[in-house]
């Protein structure tokens, strides 16, 4: 069975700073890895999705992942954040061979955009 | 109008109560599952179903019991409530082309005292 990790439960990060939130996965077969934001008092949303093809994923408000699979690894990054972006951000990973019937999430990292 | 919602938003209980959260979409897909999320572990699969004659447990059933009454609708009891219940429950939906892509809900805040 597939697993998540994300190592950093809290990121406290100033106003237009770079930022990564880290991810690694853990799986036997290959996979579909998402990064979901949740602001305050909502649901998730979607912010990219790696399925297949190049490995440098661009998402919505200016993110990006890269599926690094020697390392099992799906950071997702953002070169300068605004203080909008304090959310609750979620890897997860879905086995290929399941059709997405495992989608199994890591704990989240807690973003946090001081000004 | 929202693809995916569930009712109620918020809920207060007592122990031992009978506890329904229901759950509609719009998307026409035709899988659906039940989370919840407490705080430092993420999200967890409690129920899903792929279709109106197909019910799978998740990682977290106990407790739990759900209903596919259409292919829009899904529904999440919980017969006895206890406290350890308390958590925010999300619904999602996945389907179509975007099969390996899960839709959510903006959840419901249930609290059992």
């Known amino acids: 069975a597939q697993s998540v990790t994300q190592l950093d439960s809290q990121v406290p990060v100033f106003e237009e700073a770079p930022v990564e939130l880290r991810c690694n996965y853990s799986?036997?077969?290959?996979?579909?890895l998402f990064w979901y934001v949740q602001y305050p008092n909502q649901g998730l949303q979607l912010l990219l999705k790696?399925?297949?093809?190049?490995?440098l994923v661009k998402g919505i408000n200016g993110f990006e992942a890269e599926f690094n699979k020697s390392q099992t690894s799906f950071h997702l990054r953002k070169p300068s954040v605004h203080i909008s972006d304090t959310a609750e951000y979620f890897c997860?990973?879905?086995?290929?061979?399941?059709?997405?019937?495992?989608?199994?999430f890591g704990p989240g990292t807690r973003l946090s955009v001081l000004p | 109008d929202a693809d995916v919602t569930q009712t109620p938003r918020n809920r207060i209980t007592k122990t031992g109560k009978r506890i329904m959260l229901e759950c509609s979409q719009t998307k026409g897909h035709d899988r659906m599952y039940w989370y919840r999320q407490d705080p430092g572990l993420g999200l967890r699969l409690i129920y899903y179903s792929f279709d109106v004659k197909d019910i799978n447990k998740g990682e977290i059933s106990d407790g739990y019991s759900v209903s596919r009454q259409a292919q829009a609708k899904f529904s999440l009891s919980l017969e006895s409530a206890i406290p350890n219940q308390t958590a925010l429950y999300f619904c999602?939906?996945?389907?179509?082309?975007?099969?390996?892509?899960?839709?959510f809900g903006p959840g419901t805040r249930l609290t059992v005292l």
């Open positions: 799986s036997s077969v290959s996979v579909y």
């Open positions: 997860a990973v879905s086995e290929m061979d399941n059709y997405g019937q495992n989608f199994v």
């Open positions: 999602a939906t996945s389907g179509g082309r975007a099969y390996n892509e899960q839709f």
């Open positions: 790696y399925l297949s093809g190049s490995t």
